[in-house]
T-cell receptor
């Protein structure tokens, strides 16, 4: 049973396209996150939702729009993809009682050509 | 200057060796500290929290020096399975959600 799952695992697309990545967690956590890990391996937080409400929104282009239909899901939609968007995107979740204990999904490797 | 800095390595050590990594952070208001582990092409996983008094979990010992703003991780009796990238993580906000990750230190344990 996968605790945090993401789909798709790989995504190859052309510049200018719009794509979505889905994330689901079955841990009962209230908080979910999206991170971006670039080619230099730095992992940076993009967004955080607590019980469907946005609580962290780092400096991310507004082409990136998260959506949380319920507390178990946090999807990421990206408009007008650019070459620089190529990276691995990780979804994560954590319990209210231990926000630093973040459980990550397997990642979505996005390649923009 | 990066908020959380680590030597990227790689650290190449033989099995059974003791190896230590350091990490420095720039924000003196940092509240809590952690080590995560990331295997090649996998997701990061929490390894251990770092407490002011230092803490140990089996072969792993983590220490915090607030005055000098650095965190260390010591691995004793290295195993092949310890080969991974170790990410130093710092939290600045009161809620505890906002983790800032270092770039990681890569460890390769050889037979």
């Amino acid at each position: 049973d996968t605790a945090v799952s993401q789909t798709p695992k790989y995504l190859v697309t052309q510049m200018g396209n719009d794509k979505s990545i889905k994330c689901e967690q079955n841990l009962g956590h209230d908080t979910m996150y999206w991170y971006k890990q670039d080619s230099k391996k730095f992992l940076k937080i993009m967004f955080s939702y607590n019980n469907k409400e946005l609580i962290i929104n780092e400096t991310v282009p507004n082409r990136f729009s998260p959506k949380s239909p319920d507390k178990a899901h946090l999807n990421l939609h990206i408009n007008s993809l650019e070459l620089g968007d190529s990276a691995v995107y990780f979804c994560a979740s954590s319990p209210i009682s231990a926000p630093h204990e973040q459980y990550f999904g397997p990642g979505t490797r996005l390649t923009v050509t | 200057r990066k908020e959380v800095e680590q030597d990227p390595g790689p650290f190449n050590v033989p099995e059974g060796a003791t190896v230590a990594f350091n990490c420095t952070y720039s924000n003196s208001a940092s509240q809590s500290f952690f080590w995560y582990r990331q295997d090649c092409r996998k997701e990061p996983k929490l390894l251990m929290s770092v407490y002011s008094s230092g803490n140990e979990d089996g072969r792993f010992t983590a220490q915090l020096n607030r005055a000098s703003q650095y965190i260390s991780l010591l691995i004793r009796d290295s195993k092949l399975s310890d080969s991974a990238t170790y990410l130093c993580v710092v939290n600045y906000d009161n809620a505890g959600n906002m983790l800032t990750f270092g770039g990681g230190t890569r460890l390769m344990v050889k037979p």
